[in-house]
């Protein structure tokens, strides 16, 4: 399988990702911002970090960049592509997930590890994968999911919604929402379920010695279904 | 020819910061506010110098990147 991770100037878990991608089977290459077409993948991951000092609005400036016209081609037919963090930041300005991701709640950068739960497994993202809730990792300022109410009953309706943050238990309450997103919206996907944004880190969460491994079930079952 | 855009959140959007803005006014005794909503402003200087035409670029330049439609409104302040 053969994956591609986007480098914009500014983002840093992009190393990180291409040593999970790798670590769990993929073939993976790194795409400079300013390129024009991507390598021949089955996924392509627009990675953590903060794309051009997060000026103006997180992920705007990246999400015009040259690389992502040929992203958002490879989303509208069918490519799989993940954003993680500031890489769903810059999925919302694409317009191929909806929603926005603004200020946290308590305006606090939030740095901890989370757990959240699968909504949905209709998708190749999370077919097949037995756990229901997943612990990860979370990092950032701007991670207050937010839509329309048009736009979040079309979510529901199309169960958009990929996880919710949660409890240990799987109990989704505003208790353990951390940072005041919509619903305790984590991640979600396009209609067609091929696009996944989500604010946490799996590919913080695949070491035993470091983290947790709930970032390799993630990958694990990912390259699994890919196949 | 200048042309100032201000953009602002829409009003059923949180603004924290507009939030934290009003608890400082509020601390520092000036208890006649009753909200304060944060937002941006941009002055841009273009060498159009059609008025008509420099606006309505500046409105192109406001949908495709300076307002994020979803959460943003902005106003497009006639030439300076």
């Known amino acids: ?227 | 020819m200048k042309i100032s855009v201000i953009i602002t959140l829409k009003k059923d959007v949180l603004d924290p910061q507009g939030k934290v803005i009003h608890q400082a006014l509020d601390g520092m005794g000036f208890n006649d506010v009753n909200e304060v909503r944060q937002g941006k402003y941009f002055e841009i200087d273009t060498k159009e110098t059609n008025p008509k035409k420099a606006k309505d670029k500046v409105e192109e330049m406001c949908k495709k990147l300076l307002a994020n439609l979803v959460i943003e409104n902005y106003k497009i302040i006639d030439a300076l």
């Open chain 1, 1 to 227: 399988m053969k994956s591609a991770v986007i480098t914009f100037p500014g983002s840093n878990c992009d190393r990180d990702m291409d040593v999970a991608l790798k670590k769990f089977g993929f073939k993976n290459k790194m795409v400079w911002h300013q390129d024009v077409e991507l390598p021949k993948s089955d996924l392509v991951v627009l990675p953590g970090g903060f794309s051009y000092g997060d000026y103006l609005r997180c992920g705007s400036m990246a999400s015009k960049s040259k690389i992502m016209q040929s992203v958002i081609n490879f989303a509208n037919s069918g490519g799989m592509v993940m954003g993680i963090c500031n890489g769903f930041q810059i999925l919302v300005e694409t317009g191929l997930v909806p929603g926005v991701l603004l200020r946290n709640k308590y305006l606090e950068f939030i740095c901890k590890n989370v757990f959240v739960k699968i909504s949905d497994k209709d998708n190749a993202y999370f077919k097949n994968i037995n756990n229901n809730i997943l612990e990860l990792h979370i990092a950032h300022n701007e991670g207050n999911y937010f839509c329309t109410n048009d736009q979040l009953k079309e979510i529901e309706d199309n169960a958009q919604v990929a996880i919710n943050y949660c409890n240990n238990e799987g109990k989704i309450e505003e208790l353990f929402n951390p940072n005041g997103s919509l619903k305790n919206i984590a991640g979600i996907f396009n209609k067609e379920k091929n696009v996944l944004g989500m604010m946490p880190h799996p590919e913080r969460m695949i070491d035993p010695s470091l983290s947790g491994e709930d970032g390799s079930l993630f990958f694990k079952n990912l390259i699994n279904n890919l196949k």
